[in-house]
């Protein structure tokens, strides 16, 4: 089956700092991706939608210059998360897929943002 | 979004089948039922959909009612590696349609 990857799996990084996770898909050509955010035991909340060559969609009250979103190409999207705060600490995922309301969505492992 | 109710948790034992409820009363016509698995510190990951027919997989089966307004994901039988929170959503919109979680069901498998 087709395969999303995120990159890295886990990062600690200092308050302040910015952070880049990327998605990538492997096997095949996502124009959309998606990008949540889930804090522990709760469920996952969509931050935005990444479009290949346009500018992301926020969902409301997230911070779209605090969250960068590029989608250069048809493989890959980045979440940048700028000046970090130990708030900003979550579980991010990406996820892409066909898009159409009848095909599977193929998920990020996630990444663990810890921020210190 | 039209909005799903799960119960917070479920338990079963090994070997044995588990039938996940989901309510889903103001789906609309076009709305697809998905179901998605999320294990510990892992990304979701697919189960299953369907629209009006039951349908089944290797990983499960998805009873649909007859008035679409419930949903029952059924694992055959369950094992320890079935353990993971169960998100039944739907899914509507155009090209670009995104996934609205809910809270699922936890579900823990015991020997």
């Known amino acids: 089956g087709a395969v999303v990857s995120q990159h890295p799996s886990w990062v600690i990084c200092k308050s302040g700092t910015s952070v880049k996770i990327e998605c990538r898909s492997l096997?095949?050509?996502?124009?959309?991706m998606f990008w949540y955010r889930q804090f522990p035991k709760q469920s996952l909340m969509l931050m935005a939608t990444s479009n290949e060559g346009s500018k992301a969609t926020y969902e409301q009250g997230v911070e779209k210059d605090k969250f960068l979103i590029n989608h250069a190409s048809l493989t890959l999207s980045t979440l940048t998360v700028t000046s970090a705060h130990p708030e900003d600490s979550s579980f991010y995922i990406c996820?892409?897929?066909?898009?159409?309301?009848?095909?599977?969505?193929?998920f990020g492992q996630g990444t663990r943002l810890t921020v210190v | 979004d039209a909005k799903t109710t799960q119960p917070n948790s479920m338990e079963s034992n090994e070997e044995e089948p588990v039938h996940l409820p989901c309510n889903h009363s103001?789906?609309?016509?076009?709305?697809?039922i998905h179901w998605y698995r999320q294990l510990p510190s892992q990304g979701p990951e697919y189960v299953i959909h369907?629209?009006?027919s039951n349908v089944n997989n290797r990983m499960a089966s998805l009873a649909i009612a007859e008035d679409r307004k419930s949903s029952t994901l059924i694992l055959h039988r369950a094992t320890l590696r079935d353990a993971a929170v169960y998100y039944c959503?739907?899914?509507?919109?155009?090209?670009?349609?995104?996934?609205?979680f809910g809270t699922g069901t936890r579900l823990q498998v015991t020997l």
């Open positions: 996820s892409a897929g066909e898009g159409a309301k009848n095909t599977e969505a193929f």
């Open positions: 096997d095949f050509q996502a124009t959309t």
């Open positions: 369907g629209l009006t």
């Open positions: 959503i739907l899914r509507d919109g155009g090209t670009a349609s995104k996934l609205t």
């Open positions: 103001t789906i609309s016509g076009t709305d697809y």
